[in-house]
C-alpha cells in the first residue's frame, strides 16, 4: 500500500496536546498525592456529581469494592454510582459538568486523530483506484468482450451490475469491487471480512484486485474471486502478496503474469456470476433487499435517482459516475454530448410557529470534481419522503462557489434565494423530460437556473 508521510515530531506533539486537553477534566488536587475520602469527594463535587453526604456509608462502599481508592465508585445522592475515579481523571469518561463547547472538542479531537491513523494505514477511500483497476482487469483477462457492466450509483452496497452471455435477458448480479496496492513481501488489506459478506454483501460477487503502478499506469498483479461467504479462509481478506508456499488464499488467488492464470481469472468470475442472485438492473441499484445496510439519507437519494432514470426522455440515457464520492453523481448522454449532473434532495428549513417550512437547503459538502457539473438537479420529496413531487435545475457554477464551499445552499418557497438575485423555479416531477431538454438546449448560456 501506499505510505502516508510520516507526521514531523511537532505535530505529533499538537495532536497529543489537542486529544489530552479536550479529554482531561482539570484536576481540583496536587498531582502526586495520596487519594483520600477528602480528596475524592472533592474532585467528584467539582465534576459536577451530586454525592451521598454520609461519608460512613461512602467509606463503607469504597471498603467494599477491595480496590486501591482510584480505581473505586462512590454513591450518588439518587442511590445511583459515579464512574470510576480513573476512569474520569484520564479522560476516558466525560465528568457530569462537561460543557458542550469542551464535548464538541473532545469529538474534534478524536476524529482528528481517527483520520489521521486512517490516512497513516493507508485505509482511506480508494474508489478511483477500483475504477482504475476493474478497467484493468478487463483488458489483462480478456473480459470486455464477454461482460456488460453498469456502475453503480454512489452510496449502494455494489459497486459495479455485470452481466455475463450466458445470462438471461434483463438481469445482473451486484458485484463489490476492492483494489488494494502491492507491497514486496507485505500484505494486501482488501478491508473486507467473512461477516461483511454474510450481511451487507450477501448474494454479490465479491472481486479483489492487487495492482502497483509502473509509470504511472496501473499494473494488475494479482485477483482474488469470491462467490460465497465459504470461499473466504478465516475472518478477513488479508493475503500475503508473495507467500513462500501455497497458502490459504491459493484457491482463489491468480497471477496476472502467467497467460493459464489470466484465462482462469476470466472462468472463475464467469461462473460465479452464474452462483449468485441474479436481479433487474433497477433492483441491482436500487431495491433496498440487494443493497442492505443503506444510511436513510441513501435511501432518500436512491430514490430520486431511480424516478429519473425510469421518467428521462427516448433521447436521453443516463449512466452513474464511475468514480464516487465526487460532484458529479451521474451523466445525461445525448449524440455525443453528455452532461455531469449532481443530484440534491431539497430538506426543509425555517419552520414557522404554524408547523409549516418557509425554505429548502441542501448541503454543497467539499464538492471534489465540481468543475465537471453542469447542472444540479433539485429532488423534491413529499412529506412522506417516498414520493417524488418535482424538480428544480441550476446552475453547476452557481451552486459550487468559493463561497459556498461546504455551506449549505438556500432557498425560499417563494423561489428567491436571500443575497442572489434569481429565482429557482419548482418544475412538477411529471415535467422532468421537458426539464432535460431545456438542460441540453442551454447547457451554453449564462442562465443560472430553468
Not at 106 to 129: D, F, V, W
Not at 223 to 238: E, H, N, Q, Y
Not at 300 to 309: A, N
Request: glycine share 8%.
Amino acid at each position: 500500500m501506499t505510505k502516508a508521510p510520516r507526521k514531523t515530531a511537532e505535530e505529533i506533539k499538537k495532536q497529543s496536546r489537542l486529544c489530552i486537553k479536550s479529554k482531561k477534566p482539570d484536576m481540583p488536587i496536587e498531582k502526586r498525592t495520596p487519594l483520600t475520602l477528602v480528596s475524592m469527594k472533592k474532585a467528584y463535587i467539582s465534576w459536577g456529581f451530586k454525592l451521598d453526604p454520609d461519608d460512613n456509608k461512602q467509606r463503607e462502599y469504597i471498603k467494599s469494592q477491595g480496590k486501591c481508592m482510584s480505581k473505586c465508585k462512590m454513591l450518588l445522592a439518587d442511590g445511583a454510582v459515579t464512574p470510576m475515579y480513573n476512569h474520569i481523571q484520564s479522560g476516558n469518561t466525560r465528568p457530569a459538568n462537561t460543557s458542550p463547547e469542551d464535548i464538541q472538542a473532545r469529538k474534534k479531537a478524536g476524529h482528528a486523530k481517527a483520520s489521521a491513523t486512517h490516512k497513516a494505514r493507508g485505509l482511506g477511500q480508494k474508489n478511483q483506484y477500483e475504477e482504475e483497476t476493474f478497467e484493468a482487469l478487463l483488458d489483462v483477462t480478456g473480459l470486455r468482450d464477454e461482460l456488460e457492466y453498469h456502475w453503480a450509483p454512489d452510496g449502494a452496497n455494489g459497486d459495479v451490475a455485470l452481466k455475463s452471455n450466458d445470462m438471461a435477458a434483463g438481469t445482473y448480479c451486484a458485484s463489490q469491487l476492492k483494489a488494494s496496492d502491492t507491497t514486496d513481501g507485505g500484505v494486501f488489506n482488501f478491508n473486507l471480512s467473512k461477516s461483511d459478506m454474510e450481511t451487507k454483501y450477501k448474494g454479490q460477487l465479491m472481486i479483489a484486485i492487487g495492482f502497483k503502478r509502473v509509470e504511472g499506469k496501473v499494473s494488475i498483479t494479482q485477483v482474488f474471486v469470491l462467490s460465497d461467504p465459504k470461499d473466504m479462509p478465516g475472518k478477513t481478506l488479508t493475503p500475503r502478496v508473495d507467500p513462500k508456499q501455497d497458502d490459504a488464499f491459493a484457491d482463489i488467488r491468480f497471477r496476472m503474469d502467467d497467460e493459464e492464470q489470466r484465462k482462469a481469472c476470466m472462468t472463475r468470475i464467469l461462473e460465479g456470476l452464474l452462483k449468485v442472485p441474479h436481479h433487474t438492473l433497477d433492483d441491482t441499484w436500487f431495491s433496498v433487499d440487494v443493497n442492505r445496510n443503506l444510511a436513510e439519507t441513501t435511501k432518500t437519494e436512491l430514490l430520486g435517482f431511480q424516478f429519473i432514470k425510469n421518467t428521462l426522455p427516448a433521447s436521453t440515457t443516463m449512466t452513474m459516475a464511475s468514480d464516487k464520492n465526487k460532484t458529479v453523481d451521474f451523466k445525461f448522454h445525448r449524440g455525443e454530448v453528455s452532461l455531469g449532473i449532481s443530484a440534491k434532495t431539497a430538506s426543509l428549513r425555517d419552520k414557522r410557529a404554524d408547523g409549516c417550512y418557509s425554505g429548502f437547503e441542501f448541503k454543497t459538502g467539499k464538492a471534489p470534481g465540481h468543475d465537471k457539473c453542469n447542472w444540479v438537479l433539485v429532488v423534491y420529496l413529499d412529506k412522506s419522503r417516498k414520493v417524488v413531487e418535482g424538480f428544480s435545475a441550476i446552475r453547476g457554477s452557481t451552486v459550487y462557489t468559493k463561497a459556498n464551499k461546504g455551506k449549505m445552499f438556500r432557498w425560499h418557497r417563494s423561489g428567491q434565494k436571500k443575497g442572489v438575485d434569481y429565482m429557482i423555479e419548482k418544475h412538477p416531477a411529471s415535467d422532468l423530460p421537458r426539464l432535460v431538454d431545456l438542460m441540453f438546449e442551454k447547457r451554453g448560456g449564462k442562465q443560472t437556473t430553468l
